[in-house]
């Protein structure tokens, strides 16, 4: 249980263009889904907290006219990187949560972000 | 904002060697989690603390929740090759908290085994 998928998993991009990102909960409801960043080496980085049916909550610094999150259903939450640039360039990694049952936090695997 | 400190940043250690890993905070948690990420994936779950004083135990894994509740530790018993890996500490506030629901991570550690 509690498997969280993301697509693509790679995207390569041309720099201007605008890149979406799907994270779904496929076994359980996600009241709560949470989106990443994640440098080499590096800590994950929270950039935004959505709850289905209502906008998200930006993490201060976080741009949100250049990261559109969507959470429209219990299920699936999408990241849309806007205008990309090489510096957006890096790992995406959602999670999702059924805070009626606990609070742990289920990862998805991750998306690739290279703009050339 | 709150932040774990986590060490140490890296080890490398032979294989069948004990591995032991912590986290401290400034702040209490109420929970505390454990994830391990593999090259280019997500974390994973790996162990999940729910009381202050708890010690729980996944196969080779053992962690702790610390009595204050600022801390935690994970061992690793016996490694092998497939635990390297990128290891993280993750505190949860409690309800009523300003970042309730939202994980706190600590640094990583990166464990490298020799065969």
């Known amino acids: 249980g509690a498997v969280v998928s993301q697509h693509p998993s790679r995207v390569i991009c041309k720099s201007g263009t605008s890149v979406k990102i799907e994270c779904r909960s496929l076994?359980?409801?996600?009241?709560?889904m949470f989106w990443y960043r994640q440098f080499p080496k590096q800590s994950l980085m929270l950039m935004a907290t959505?709850?289905?049916?209502?906008?998200?909550?930006?993490e201060q610094g976080v741009e949100k006219d250049k990261f559109l999150i969507n959470h429209a259903s219990l299920t699936l939450s999408t990241l849309t990187v806007t205008s990309a640039h090489p510096e957006d360039s890096s790992f995406y990694i959602c999670?999702?949560?059924?805070?009626?049952?606990?609070?742990?936090?289920?990862f998805g695997p991750g998306t690739r972000l290279t703009v050339t | 904002g709150q932040q774990l400190n986590q060490s140490p940043q890296s080890m490398f250690i032979q294989e069948g060697e004990d591995v032991s890993m912590n986290c401290t905070s400034s702040?209490?948690?109420?929970?505390w989690l454990w994830y391990k990420q593999d090259p280019g994936e997500g974390p994973v779950l790996l162990i999940a603390?729910?009381?202050?004083?708890e010690l729980t135990s996944n196969g080779r894994l053992t962690a702790q929740f610390g009595i204050t509740r600022k801390d935690s530790f994970l061992n690793i018993s016996a490694s092998i090759p497939s635990d390297v890996g990128i290891y993280f500490c993750?505190?949860?506030?409690?309800?009523?908290?300003?970042?309730?629901?939202?994980?706190?991570f600590g640094q990583g550690t990166i464990l490298t085994v020799h065969p």
């Open positions: 993750a505190g949860l506030e409690g309800a009523g908290g300003t970042s309730y629901g939202k994980l706190t």
């Open positions: 076994d359980f409801q996600a009241t709560t």
């Open positions: 603390l729910y009381k202050a004083g």
């Open positions: 959505s709850n289905e049916g209502s906008k998200a909550t930006y």
């Open positions: 702040s209490i948690f109420n929970t």
């Open positions: 999670s999702a949560q059924d805070t009626f049952l606990s609070y742990e936090q289920y």
